[in-house]
């Protein structure tokens, strides 16, 4: 079981980016954040995320305003957009799951990517998918994706290449997951499975995968009293 409310909150940070008076961009970043708390938690969550929130920002001051200014010379200019926004997907007592969207937007197109995090909170560390799942199940991890894909094509829940299973090896990378109260999510970029817009999650049941896992993932999502 998982908690119903996350011990991080999500801190906001909203800047308009301005030369002589013309808005060039917006950039709006939301991310997670302890602040009443010192633990190894804490730190290093509060850390990774002041890092990327100023990395964002100098960026987005920096080289994105640059097109941005560049772009406000035709009469049809409209604002460039920089969006960081972050879901809290899971948490119980031993670990805390989340993902981020970065969206940018030049006037009138945009791009999206999407980055996750899963800390353990004994000692703050970020997880690697190779700590909860046993050596060599990708072949059967992968199957369980692939019936996820099948699923969600043939529901119209998304448009699925007919080569998925080959696309699914190809693009798999082993950071691109996060956790849920009933599993794993493993997500592909855009065009990476299929014609579909934005972000393609693929879901695994814990119930499903439960023999995949290490002893110590079984601990934290399968024996966990919370």
């Known amino acids: 079981m998982a908690f119903y409310s996350f011990s991080p909150t999500i801190k906001t940070e909203k800047e308009g980016l301005q030369k002589d008076g013309v808005t060039l961009a917006v950039v709006n970043v939301a991310l997670p954040s302890l602040s009443e708390r010192d633990d190894a938690f804490a730190k290093s969550l509060n850390g990774l995320y002041t890092r990327i929130s100023e990395g964002f920002l100098n960026y987005c001051r920096g080289p994105f305003c640059k097109k941005a200014e560049k772009s406000a010379e035709s009469k049809d200019f409209v604002p460039y957009g920089a969006v960081i926004k ?19 937007t030049n006037g009138t197109v945009s791009s999206i990517a999407r980055l ?42 998304a448009s699925i290449f007919s080569d998925y299973e ?7 990378n082993s950071r691109s997951f996060y956790l849920s109260p009933t599993g794993f999510v493993f997500y592909y970029g855009e065009g990476e499975i299929g014609t579909s817009k934005g972000i393609c999650p693929l879901s695994v049941n814990l119930e499903t995968c439960s023999e995949l896992l290490t002893d110590q993932g079984k601990e934290w999502l399968i024996n966990a009293e919370d």
């Open 86 to 104: 972050t879901v809290p997907a899971f948490e119980n007592s031993y670990l805390f799951s989340c993902y981020f969207d970065v969206r940018m």
């Open 166 to 172: 080959r696309r699914l090896r190809k693009f798999f």
């Open 116 to 157: 996750s995090q899963t800390f353990d909170k004994s000692n703050g560390n970020l997880l690697r998918l190779e700590k909860l799942f046993k050596r060599r199940t990708k072949p059967e991890l992968m199957k369980l994706l692939a019936e996820d894909a099948k699923n969600r094509g043939e529901r119209g829940v």
